[in-house]
């Protein structure tokens, strides 16, 4: 069965800085990998979508991430964090199975950026 | 273009009552999926819908049921409500293929009483 995991929990940046986010995946086949983000009370807006092809994959917002089969993450990052990007960052694995399809989500990170 | 819209944003139930919570999806989307976020945790898969079919069911008891409708709108339903039933549902829309990406609604808030 597949599985997302985010190791970090919390993390806090100042306003400014550089971030980055983990996420580790388990699927035996090629993977959909997904990054959400969820600000309180609301749901889940789409960052970044990997597929195949270009293992860096560009978002909304200024976000990218790159996929690494060999260490089976794919890791969010961001240059320079601004305010507005507290919230919470979700990893997620697009699985197809007979029929369907659907997303496994890691527990979360919970981004507070320092002013 | 209307995004996924849920319907009620909140509502407060008591243990052992019945809820049905509303989707619609985007405009051309044919496939619905609920999924159950506890606080604290990532959304869990409970069910997809393509073209009034089920297409898939995560592990969640029998009390949860879903349908589909043939403009595609969606209801779930959840019987003899628990205490651990409290959530946000959240619906999200797709064509059906997963190469497009999932659209979420910004959910029900259920409390169970």
């Known amino acids: 069965a597949q599985s997302v995991t985010q190791p970090d929990i919390h993390i806090t940046v100042s306003e400014g800085a550089s971030l980055e986010l983990r996420c580790n995946y388990s699927?035996?086949?090629?993977?959909?990998l997904f990054w959400y983000v969820q600000s309180p009370g609301q749901g889940l807006q789409l960052l970044l979508k990997?597929?195949?092809?270009?293992?860096l994959v560009q978002g909304i917002k200024g976000f990218e991430a790159e996929f690494k089969r060999s260490q089976s993450s794919f890791n969010l990052r961001k240059p320079s964090v601004h305010w507005s990007d507290a919230a919470e960052y979700f990893c997620?694995?697009?699985?197809?199975?007979?029929?369907?399809?659907?997303?496994?989500f890691g527990t979360g990170t919970q981004l507070k950026v320092e002013l | 273009d209307a995004g996924v819209t849920q319907s009620p944003t909140h509502l407060i139930k008591t243990r052992g009552q019945h809820v049905t919570l509303r989707c619609s999806p985007i405009s051309g989307h044919k496939s619905v999926s609920w999924y159950q976020q506890v606080l604290g945790q990532g959304p869990q898969f409970i069910f997809q819908y393509y073209e009034k079919e089920e297409r898939g069911r995560g592990n969640f008891p029998d009390r949860f049921s879903a349908r589909q409708f043939p403009n595609y709108s969606s209801e779930l339903n959840v019987n003899a409500l628990l205490l651990g039933d409290s959530a946000l549902y959240l619906c999200?829309?797709?064509?059906?293929?997963?190469?497009?990406?999932?659209?979420f609604g910004s959910g029900t808030r259920l409390t169970v009483v």
């Open positions: 997620a694995v697009g699985v197809v199975t007979g029929g369907g399809n659907k997303l496994t």
């Open positions: 699927y035996g086949a090629t993977p959909y």
């Open positions: 990997y597929f195949s092809g270009d293992t």
């Open positions: 999200a829309s797709s064509l059906f293929s997963t190469t497009d990406g999932y659209t």
